[in-house]
């Protein structure tokens, strides 16, 4: 059986888990009956998809829709994973060659339309094809209170006992009586596993900070919490090691971490810190599996992580216990810039590359937002959530400004030059630098020169930053992170839009950053 990880970022292309996927995959695979409810968009479709791959035989997935049922076989294939539907909107010759398959005992996900289990031949065909794990998507149709009652749906504890095999149901409606139903109609009344938890991991303190000086800002933050266990996550093998020589200087108790370690000095390494108090473990995201101590006081980031369900994962390793625990991501154009052209300069096919770039832009999003952090988060996986009084913009809100005009100088400036240039020498230009470059390409003549002085150096990387967190420009790979702009930035161009900046993070950060009492 393969490693869930491995086949979650081989097939299916994801990094990290989202929240509550890693234990309701847990249980499926493992042959569990499970009740899970999730947020609409918070990837139920991959706690069967994934667990059918690491079970022998076949997945049968009953789902309601068959506009999304052929969309899950399409995406299924597109990824290397053999799958078939049987539904009304067959034709023939599909209906026939998923037979086939089956019969030559390929497919390893049989998505059926709940009419198809009123014909009898149905049960005789599932029967004979070795059904190892029923999945049933939208599992509130079998509640005939709700309004997308489906009478179809009530044959499916038949089916279940039939086959006797482990049942998954997937829902989104999360009231009490809808689950009881489910419980009753799909599970006999033996109570399944249950997987109802919100997301939310109220203890964690958020925060994001502009990297101005990296190596000063985590000093700076392992400082104030001087003594506790800690995890400063790093993009690189070498930065780890780096950092925690920095910290050692500084009289901390910190330890490196990271994949190119032998196997045995990572091995001392998690010991020790599952074992020690107070030891600052700085690493790569290899660090973690095998961790689990739940008394991690705090996270930081010293670079920005790949996704924002790495970032959600890795500072959820903090505060296992309840008790309060904080993070702080540091994030600069750097980052976006590197993550970039990790994603274009990757072997992934278009479609996945498109969907790298979102993620990466939700966190982003994360990075740059205006108001509450926790809020955005859970809003991102599908969950609602009050102002939550824990994080730095719920702290001190942000104050902002109207950046539409320095954003249309600077689309203006990477227009005027072709999009061929990054944001250093765009910069030059907007304040009117007398630099060779600019004199030798004649840039001291354009319209743009010398526009944006109102705003200095600093300030202009923290707007170029914050651009690039709106997904307004990204650096092209090809042409050594030259800016291009995005049909985003369009209609601030022509005037037709608006946009909101944050000035807290265009002025200078602190050298210290602020503790809370
Ligand atoms: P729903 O819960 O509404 O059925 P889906 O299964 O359709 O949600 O997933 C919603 C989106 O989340 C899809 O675009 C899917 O590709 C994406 N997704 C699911 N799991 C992950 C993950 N671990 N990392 C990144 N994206 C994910």
Same mark, same amino acid.
């Given at each position: 059986?393969?490693?869930?990880?491995?086949?979650?970022?081989?097939v299916f292309g994801f990094?990290?888990?989202r $929240?509550?996927?890693?234990?309701?995959?847990?249980?499926?695979?493992?042959?569990?009956?499970?009740?899970a409810i999730m947020p609409t968009g918070g990837g139920k479709s991959l706690c069967f998809q994934l667990?059918a791959l690491?079970?022998? #035989?076949v997945t049968v997935v009953i789902s309601p829709l068959i506009a999304l049922m052929r969309d899950q076989v399409r995406g299924l294939r597109e990824a290397g994973v053999s799958a078939g539907a049987l539904t009304s909107g067959n034709t023939p010759e599909e209906t026939d060659a998923v037979w086939?398959a089956l019969?030559?005992?390929?497919l390893k996900l049989l998505y059926i339309a709940p009419e198809r289990l009123a014909a009898?031949?149905a049960?005789?065909?599932l029967?004979? @094809?070795?059904? +190892?794990l029923i999945a049933v998507d939208e599992a509130h149709c079998v509640s005939?209170?709700g309004h997308d009652f489906r009478p179809d749906y009530l044959r499916i504890?038949?089916l279940?006992?039939?086959?006797?095999?482990?049942?998954a149901a997937f829902t989104a409606t999360?009231?009490?009586?809808t689950?009881?139903?489910i419980?009753?109609? *799909?599970?006999?009344?033996?109570?399944?596993?249950?997987? *109802?938890?919100?997301?939310?991991?109220?203890?964690?303190? !958020?925060?994001?900070?502009?990297?101005?000086?990296?190596?000063?800002?985590?000093?700076?933050?392992?400082?104030?919490?001087?003594?506790?266990?800690?995890?400063?996550?790093?993009? +690189?093998?070498?930065?780890?090691?780096?950092?925690?020589?920095?910290?050692?200087?500084?009289?901390?108790? =910190?330890?490196?971490? /990271?994949?190119?370690?032998?196997?045995?000095?990572?091995? /001392?390494?998690?010991?020790?810190?599952?074992?020690?108090?107070?030891?600052?473990?700085?690493?790569?995201? =290899?660090?973690?599996?095998?961790?689990?101590? $739940?008394?991690?006081?705090?996270?930081? /980031?010293?670079?920005?992580?790949? +996704?924002?369900?790495?970032?959600?994962?890795? @500072?959820?390793?903090?505060?296992?216990?309840?008790?309060?625990?904080?993070?702080?991501?540091?994030?600069?154009?750097?980052?976006?810039?590197?993550?970039?052209?990790?994603?274009?300069?990757?072997?992934?096919p278009p479609e996945r590359?498109m969907a790298?770039?979102g993620?990466?832009?939700? *966190?982003?999003?994360?990075?740059?937002?205006?108001?509450?952090?926790?809020?955005?988060?859970?809003?991102?996986?599908g969950?609602?959530?009050?102002?939550?009084?824990?994080?730095?913009?719920?702290?001190?809100?942000?104050?902002?400004?109207?950046?539409?005009?320095?954003?249309?100088?600077? !689309?203006?400036?990477?227009?005027?030059?072709?999009?061929?240039?990054? +944001?250093?020498? *765009?910069?030059?230009?907007?304040?009117?630098?007398?630099?060779?470059?600019?004199?030798?390409?004649?840039?001291? #003549?354009?319209?743009?020169?010398?526009?944006?002085?109102?705003?200095?150096?600093?300030?202009?990387?923290?707007?170029?930053?914050?651009?690039?967190?709106?997904?307004?420009?990204?650096?092209?790979?090809?042409?050594?992170?030259?800016?291009?702009?995005?049909? =985003?930035?369009?209609?601030?161009?022509?005037?037709?839009?608006?946009?909101? !900046?944050?000035?807290?993070?265009?002025?200078?950060? $602190?050298?210290? $950053?602020?503790?809370?009492?």
């Amino acid at each position: 059986m393969q490693g869930a990880a491995t086949l979650l970022e081989e097939v299916f292309g994801f990094d990290a888990f989202r $929240p509550g996927q890693e234990e309701i995959v847990t249980a499926v695979a493992g042959g569990q009956n499970v009740l899970a409810i999730m947020p609409t968009g918070g990837g139920k479709s991959l706690c069967f998809q994934l667990p059918a791959l690491m079970r022998d #035989g076949v997945t049968v997935v009953i789902s309601p829709l068959i506009a999304l049922m052929r969309d899950q076989v399409r995406g299924l294939r597109e990824a290397g994973v053999s799958a078939g539907a049987l539904t009304s909107g067959n034709t023939p010759e599909e209906t026939d060659a998923v037979w086939e398959a089956l019969e030559r005992g390929e497919l390893k996900l049989l998505y059926i339309a709940p009419e198809r289990l009123a014909a009898g031949s149905a049960l005789n065909m599932l029967r004979r @094809i070795g059904v +190892s794990l029923i999945a049933v998507d939208e599992a509130h149709c079998v509640s005939q209170w709700g309004h997308d009652f489906r009478p179809d749906y009530l044959r499916i504890g038949e089916l279940r006992r039939a086959l006797n095999v482990p049942l998954a149901a997937f829902t989104a409606t999360a009231d009490q009586e809808t689950r009881d139903e489910i419980v009753t109609r *799909l599970f006999d009344g033996e109570p399944p596993a249950s997987f *109802l938890h919100g997301f939310d991991r109220p203890n964690i303190h !958020l925060a994001f900070e502009a990297k101005n000086a990296p190596r000063k800002q985590i000093l700076g933050f392992a400082e104030a919490r001087r003594g506790q266990s800690g995890i400063v996550y790093c993009g +690189s093998r070498a930065k780890t090691e780096a950092i925690a020589a920095a910290l050692r200087e500084e009289g901390h108790n =910190a330890a490196h971490y /990271h994949g190119a370690m032998d196997p045995d000095a990572r091995r /001392h390494v998690e010991h020790r810190f599952n074992t020690e108090d107070g030891l600052i473990v700085v690493a790569t995201v =290899a660090f973690g599996m095998g961790v689990d101590k $739940p008394d991690i006081r705090w996270v930081a /980031h010293a670079d920005l992580p790949k +996704s924002i369900e790495s970032y959600y994962q890795e @500072i959820g390793r903090a505060g296992r216990d309840g008790a309060p625990a904080e993070t702080m991501t540091l994030f600069g154009p750097e980052d976006v810039r590197l993550r970039r052209s990790q994603i274009d300069e990757g072997l992934a096919p278009p479609e996945r590359q498109m969907a790298d770039h979102g993620r990466l832009n939700a *966190l982003l999003g994360l990075a740059e937002a205006l108001e509450c952090r926790r809020k955005t988060l859970l809003g991102y996986f599908g969950e609602d959530c009050a102002e939550c009084g824990n994080c730095d913009l719920c702290d001190s809100p942000a104050e902002t400004f109207d950046g539409t005009t320095p954003v249309r100088m600077a !689309l203006s400036a990477m227009l005027r030059t072709g999009e061929s240039f990054g +944001s250093g020498h *765009l910069i030059d230009i907007l304040l009117g630098a007398n630099t060779d470059k600019i004199r030798q390409r004649g840039h001291d #003549g354009l319209p743009t020169y010398g526009v944006g002085r109102e705003y200095d150096k600093r300030q202009w990387q923290a707007i170029f930053r914050q651009m690039m967190g709106h997904d307004l420009c990204r650096p092209d790979p090809e042409r050594h992170g030259a800016l291009r702009m995005t049909p =985003a930035a369009h209609p601030i161009l022509r005037g037709e839009a608006e946009i909101t !900046l944050r000035r807290d993070s265009i002025k200078a950060a $602190p050298s210290r $950053p602020t503790v809370k009492a």
